[in-house]
């Protein structure tokens, strides 16, 4: 005979209160995560960014409830009695739309499921984008004072498509396409509308990197192809920078770490080769790889590098004296002497390899490697170059001094946010002439 459950007697006026404890209970779990987290704050910088994330997590949940509710809402409306977008407000849809990557045809019933909108609506939109007059159907907002209006826009626009792009680099990126803006006019724009978040100040290395010689005078590099930096970084693949035998026991080689060997050149910072390896390499491995890049580019004048053992043993000085090369070694009190090639390593990582699961194969690798070596070369100002990019240095191309496109003589502009490879980590940015 089954038995019957407990009764649990509950007080007479239990419904009338259960709403309200509701409320309570998630007010407290509220209050318990805050407190905690404020305590987390005060130890390490690993727990400090644990917790940072799961605020964020949980914020982003949040802002997830608020917008079903309020598609719930507008979802009740029949789709004819529903208000119509204005047209800045179309341009920002298909704005978002390109920056998701919603490109293709399927993807217009993805974006109209989103905005509650039908597919035809959004194709419509898009066929109509180049119309220009008062009857346009998409179009730019209206400024009051065109230039400061105009190009704020495309500043706040470029900030939100790019918001790892800092003032610095808007301004260098807009200066490329076209449009000079100075530092300060795109971060007064940026705290108009957008919060600008605290820029990491970024030391590209001085325009004369320091390497210690057997004299102590420092190195300059005087024009391309002269000076080259070389160093070693560790990758961590996908498989993680650790192993669960063993605790605290880290393997630095593959199958879970990459060994990336890379070529700067000091003046441009360009750089001119790359080499994987799947362990610590011996001096052999690297006198192999400078050899491949020196009968590509010529050998230089000098090369700077730590004082490693693929650097300090006698064979590599040999190699250097056979080649013509003058050997330098950083000093060990400095890390002045190889900040070129320390500061590329620390954009190839914050950049490109902490925003991808690295592979496990070499060839995939090196694809990717060769991706984004393409993009910093051609595409991505540098601050250290005022604005140029290493291969426009490296080639000799003179410095912009001023803007090809006006914006007080041009009624329309639009941006145009291109993506190397078709990678969204690799961005390219034009300013094109609207019709």
Not at 97 to 104: I, L, N, P
Not at 376 to 388: I, M, S, V
Request: glycine letters at 6%; a positive charge.
């Amino acid at each position: 005979m089954a038995r019957k459950a407990p009764r649990i007697p509950l007080p007479k006026d239990w419904p009338s209160h259960v709403k309200t404890g509701i409320l309570h209970v998630i007010s407290l779990a509220q209050v318990a995560l805050t407190a905690a987290r404020a305590r987390t704050k005060k130890r390490g910088v690993v727990a400090r960014l644990r917790a940072k994330v799961e605020e964020q997590a949980g914020e982003i949940s949040l802002l997830w409830v608020e917008l079903a509710l309020k598609d719930l809402r507008m979802g009740r409306v029949k789709p004819r009695r529903r208000p119509h977008y204005r047209g800045t407000e179309r341009l920002r849809i298909l704005e978002l739309k390109a920056a998701r990557g919603w490109s293709r045809g399927w993807s217009k019933a993805q974006a109209a499921e989103h905005l509650l909108l039908r597919p035809a609506t959004i194709a419509e939109w898009t066929k109509r984008l180049d119309e220009d007059g008062a009857d346009a159907l998409v179009h730019t907002p209206e400024p009051i004072n065109r230039f400061p209006d105009f190009v704020r826009h495309i500043v706040m626009r470029l900030k939100v498509l790019c918001p790892t792009m800092g003032k610095k680099r808007i301004a260098q990126t807009l200066a490329r396409a076209g449009l000079a803006l100075g530092v300060s006019t795109v971060a007064r724009m940026l705290k108009e509308r957008v919060p600008e978040d605290p820029e990491p100040q970024e030391n590209n290395g001085d325009k004369e990197s320091e390497a210690a010689t057997k004299n102590g005078a420092p190195v300059q590099a005087s024009e391309p192809n002269n000076v080259w930096q070389i160093d070693l970084t560790l990758v961590p693949t996908a498989a993680g920078f650790w192993v669960p035998w063993l605790p605290h026991s880290i393997l630095q080689l593959w199958p879970f770490t990459w060994r990336v060997a890379c070529v700067v050149d000091q003046y441009s910072r360009r750089v001119m080769g790359f080499a994987v390896f799947k362990k610590e390499p011996k001096s052999v491995d690297v006198r192999t790889f400078l050899g491949r890049v020196v009968k590509r580019h010529g050998a230089p004048k000098y090369i700077i590098s730590d004082k490693g053992g693929q650097f300090a043993c006698d064979a590599y000085k040999a190699w250097c004296d056979r080649n013509g090369i003058g050997p330098r070694y950083a000093s060990a009190e400095s890390i002045r002497g190889t900040a070129v090639i320390e500061r590329f390593f620390l954009s190839l990582k914050t950049e490109w390899l902490r925003r991808i699961l690295v592979p496990l194969n070499r060839n995939p690798l090196c694809h990717d490697l060769s991706s984004y070596l393409n993009w910093f070369a051609q595409h991505r100002p540098h601050q250290g170059l005022e604005g140029r990019t290493p291969q426009e240095v490296y080639d000799g191309v003179a410095l912009i001094e001023s803007a090809t496109l006006i914006a007080k003589k041009i009624p329309r502009t639009e941006l145009v946010v291109r993506f190397y490879g078709g990678r969204r980590q690799l961005p390219i940015v034009e300013l094109r002439r609207a019709a």
